[in-house]
């Protein structure tokens, strides 16, 4: 079945598209290539990156040390509330949505994405919705300040005008984030090389899969809230305002619900490709296969029960803080399986540290540190300690730099060679390797001291107490900003020249992507493979 | 305070090194969660760590067995690679066991927070209400209430004079609570969500528009003290200047000290019916200016427009005819402007303004009278 769907689909491209890509600026805006698609996601992911630094870094440098000298403690809060949300839904999750586009037909040897047209659109929302959430800083009153996770009433009663803007740009990525996920589910379903079953799909293609049903499970739930916020703030109604009869706590319920498996849907992806990687340069098979899918299905279904736990202090019924604290901690066993697999394939492995290994090796190493905080953070009567302290911005930033984001530079540097053609530098892969990991825990490291110590988030200025860890988490911002700067030189300086790839890439490189010239061409498997 | 890199260097690894060795070095960089002075603080700060010891060794578990497969298993060695890629037996013992490490720390867990939200019998009640940026607390069964703001002045804000011990940990009015009682606090907010925070006695609790929620502490009788913490909730601009001042007493102090705070406020309703002169309303008005004014509008007048406008030569201000309509204005709010009929008495309502029309070359010489402001206030 799929073998037909498959060439079908190819005839119809071909005739769209003759041979080649369009010549000019219309190839771009016109694209129904995955590859393309794949790729103006990328670059929209890595410019968001660098927007989102740069918040980060201002938030530093006025936090270099105690008293206001830089920004107002009101421009500070846009200045947080921006960076989450562009980071979260400007950085981390395009560029998920990227590798997907790239990686899935060639992994699944399918000509293309199954609803290309689509997959235009899903695209090109983004840079408007991201323009638009950007051009609130420009307005009157003020950008969005009311935090990533704009809890009522701050954000309905309080909030300045363009929370409208901000608003409508969530609705926008909303639509883009579920139009990308009924593609992926349609890809992989419909399009799997003849003999490719679901338990013999790459790893990536099942995390992926997981994830696009998250997606469409909870992107709504947001565009609910959002929607509710609008009729709050313009049209009368009180969801969330207790004065008329709402409850500014359904709220926080509401938007948990959709905020939990939001994070899961910024990790899973990365376990895909690091259940890629680490095979290849451990030349081993990834031990555990079925249970790493089993795993993954788990976590995705108890990230449904314990969207609570980021709300312990409201003050929930007993039996509720009770039953959110065994769900969020049940969540360490399937999460465990998948690092002790990871142990289990590294061991008796004969393993190389290409570029890759090593971003995939800081993933497991440092992500795991994140979730043991992640495991204190459960402990309901602990989390009122730690909560909304920087312990908390220490345990998300330690699974979201070297768990999202070291792994898509893993991704990055793993397929590059088979995108371009050609081989990055080495040396300069490693250079920006150990540059970022020793700058990622400069900076995040000491936050969980401060969070014990007792320094809240979302403050733009502390007490002299704070001030030591303060400084060094500042100084290893920057130094970990500069060196995604170089980062970038890399990426370019591969794209314009380079060693020339062979088409199997990596010694021990499995999958059908390996079996495509490097570069791929424009059009690939226009006849399906066949996987025995 | 600017350390230099070296030094902040030197800090890291001390603290990077001392970090599980030595428990003496943990208290001058405070590393770790204090043990706090109520027995939930206690109970929280020894779950915080067995979890942490727990944590610590299933890492170091983990983690030798991948740094030794990096160190042995490394195809520059010639090692060649094993061919297994499955095994049911350990994938189901290492799925058990952690579940079995769960319910040791569920359960320590579990009667610790039995213990915290059981607020049966305590010994008195406060009620703790949350405003943008500063916390009220009312004794419910003393007639005793107060605000209590930031006192950090500006200037140390704006680092135009070096900053004081307390930099933004110290407030005009201490919470002052008696040790060895329970305390049962009602938490409740006037506007946004706020979140009352003192890590030393473990308590954290949001205050929430329109609800109200309870909590309870018990400090240790031999730790009278001071203990400070802050708004743990994002509520806006001034989020970061919401501190939190307890003071922790004897009973027999705290007692003297209910009795001392009855006085002042017979005290200040007799100021009431007073006749006031310039000069004292001056006085008292720049100080409460300062307090709960240039919050928004600034010590200078100036404000920052466009969201709080600029009182400095604004007509309602300085203009004869728009008295009534100044004082109304702070009585009964507008716009963005709270208001301040039901936080401030007529006396601290009529020395602000006596101040606002004076102060910033206005010179009106104009004075407002408290006995005005009730005649505004009983006209609603
Ligand atoms: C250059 C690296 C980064 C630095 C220096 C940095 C720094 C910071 C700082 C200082 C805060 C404010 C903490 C607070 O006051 O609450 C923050 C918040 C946050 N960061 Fe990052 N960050 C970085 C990268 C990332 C990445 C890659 C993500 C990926 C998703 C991310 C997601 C967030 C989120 C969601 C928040 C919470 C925003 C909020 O409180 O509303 N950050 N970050
Ligand atoms: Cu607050």
């Known amino acids: 079945m799929s073998a037909s769907t498959a060439s079908h689909l190819h005839t119809k491209d071909d005739h769209d598209h003759h041979h080649g890509p369009r010549k000019g600026l219309m190839r771009w805006v016109l694209t129904t290539n995955h590859k393309d698609i794949g790729t103006l996601y990328l670059w929209l992911s890595f410019a968001s990156f660098l927007i989102g630094g740069v918040l980060a870094l201002l938030i530093r440098m006025e936090l270099f040390k105690p008293g206001m000298q830089l920004v107002n403690p009101e421009f500070f809060n846009q200045l947080t509330t921006l960076h989450g949300l562009i980071m979260v839904f400007g950085a981390i999750m ?240 399937p999460t465990g399986v998948k690092v002790f697999n990871w142990a289990a394939t590294m061991y008796r492995g004969s393993l190389s540290f290409e570029t890759p290994m090593l971003f995939a090796l800081a993933f497991i190493f440092l992500f795991t540190l994140g979730g043991f905080s992640g495991m204190m953070l459960s402990i309901t009567p602990a989390d009122f300690q730690y909560h909304d302290t920087y312990f908390v911005v220490a345990h998300f930033h330690y699974v979201l730099v070297p768990g999202a984001l070291f792994s898509i530079f893993a991704a990055v540097y793993y397929w590059l060679p088979k995108w371009t053609g050609h ?82 890439v990596w010694e021990n490189a499995h999958g059908l992507e390996w079996t495509l010239p490097s570069p791929a061409p424009y059009h690939t498997f226009t006849t399906p493979p066949v996987v025995k | 305070m600017s350390l230099t890199w070296t030094k902040s260097l030197k800090v890291f690894l001390g603290a990077v090194l ?59 060695r010639g090692y060649k690679a094993a061919e297994f890629h499955e095994s049911t037996t350990v994938e189901i013992i290492w799925t058990i066991i952690p579940f079995f490490i769960l319910i040791a720390m569920a359960i320590p867990a579990t009667s610790t927070l039995f213990d915290m939200e059981d607020v049966s019998d305590s010994d008195l009640t406060i009620k703790v209400t949350g405003y943008r940026w500063y916390w009220h607390y009312d004794y419910l069964d003393e007639d005793i209430s107060f605000f209590s703001r930031l006192t950090t002045p500006d200037d140390q804000v704006y680092n135009l004079v070096p900053k004081g011990e307390h930099y933004l940990l110290e407030v005009d009015n201490h919470l002052v609570v008696p040790v060895g009682k329970k305390i049962r606090f009602l938490i409740g907010s006037k506007d946004v969500i706020h979140s009352w925070w003192v890590p030393a006695f473990g308590v954290k609790k949001d205050a929430i528009p329109g609800f109200i929620r309870q909590i309870w502490t018990q400090i240790d009788v031999d730790k009278p003290g001071i203990y400070r913490g802050q708004c743990a909730e994002l509520c806006g601009a001034k989020h970061g200047y919401m501190p939190i001042v307890v003071e922790a007493k004897p009973y027999d102090e705290y007692v003297k000290w209910l009795e001392e705070q009855k006085q002042k406020q017979a005290a200040a309703s007799a100021d009431e019916d007073k006749e006031w002169s310039y000069d004292e309303l001056m006085v008292k008005g720049e100080k409460e200016y300062n307090m709960v004014c240039a919050m928004c509008h600034q010590a200078s007048g100036k404000g920052l427009p466009p969201t709080f406008p600029s009182l400095v030569d604004s007509p309602i201000v300085r203009t004869k005819d728009q008295r009534i309509h100044h004082i109304r204005n702070v009585l009964y709010g507008k716009n963005a402007m709270p208001a301040f009929g039901e936080q401030l008495s007529d006396v601290q309502i009529a020395a602000i303004i006596t101040y606002e029309r004076n102060a910033w070359g206005h010179e009106t010489k104009e004075m407002v009278q408290p006995q005005e402001v009730k005649e505004q206030r009983q006209k609603g």
């Open chain 2, 18 to 76: 001392s970090f599980g060795f030595s428990s003496s070095t943990w208290a001058d960089y405070t590393l770790n969660m204090t043990q706090g002075v109520s027995s939930v603080s206690a109970r929280i700060y020894d779950l915080h760590m067995i979890i942490f010891w727990i944590c610590t060794i299933i890492a170091i578990l983990v983690y030798s067995v991948m740094i030794y497969s990096i160190i042995r298993h490394r195809k520059s």
């Open chain 1, 94 to 333: 395009p560029a998920f949505v990227g590798l997907a586009n790239w990686l899935l037909p060639i992994m699944l040897g399918a000509p293309d994405m199954a609803l290309p047209r689509l997959n235009n659109w899903s695209f090109w929302i983004l840079p408007f919705a991201f323009s638009m959430l950007l051009s609130t800083l420009f307005m009157e009153g003020s950008a969005p300040n009311f935090g990533w996770t704009f809890y009522a009433p701050l954000s309905t009663e309080y909030g300045p005008p363009s929370t409208d803007f901000f608003i409508f740009a969530i609705h926008m990525m909303g639509i883009s984030s579920i139009m990308g996920a009924i593609n992926v589910i349609a890809t992989i379903l419909n399009m799997r090389a003849p003999g490719m079953t679901l338990m013999k799909m790459p790893i990536f293609c099942w995390t992926w899969l997981i994830t696009a049903f998250l997606l469409i499970a909870v992107m709504p739930v947001l565009a609910g809230a959002v929607t509710m916020m609008l009729t709050d703030r313009h049209f009368g109604t009180s969801f969330f305002s207790a004065g008329g009869g709402g409850d500014p706590i359904m709220f926080q319920h509401i938007f948990w619900f959709f905020g939990h498996p939001e994070v899961y849907i910024m990790i899973l992806p990365a376990f895909g490709i690091i259940s890629q990687i680490l095979p290849t340069f451990s030349r081993k098979p990834l031990f555990g296969y079925a249970s790493m899918v089993y795993a993954t299905c788990a976590i995705a279904l108890l990230s449904f029960t314990v969207w609570a736990h980021h709300m312990f202090t409201v003050g929930m019924p007993l039996a509720g803080e009770l039953f959110f604290m065994y769900a969020t901690m049940l969540i360490a066993v």
């Open chain 1, 423 to 504: 081989y990055y530098s080495e040396i300069l892969g490693k250079t920006h390797f150990w540059l970022s990991v020793i700058s990622m825990n400069v900076t995040f490291f000491p936050m969980h001291f401060l969070g014990l110590a007792g320094m809240p988030r979302r403050i733009p200025d502390y007490a002299l107490q704070f001030a030591n860890f303060n400084q060094i988490a500042s100084i290893g911002a920057f130094v970990f900003g500069a060196s995604q700067v170089f980062f970038l030189y890399i990426v370019i300086k591969t794209i314009r020249n380079g060693k020339k790839a062979t088409d199997q």
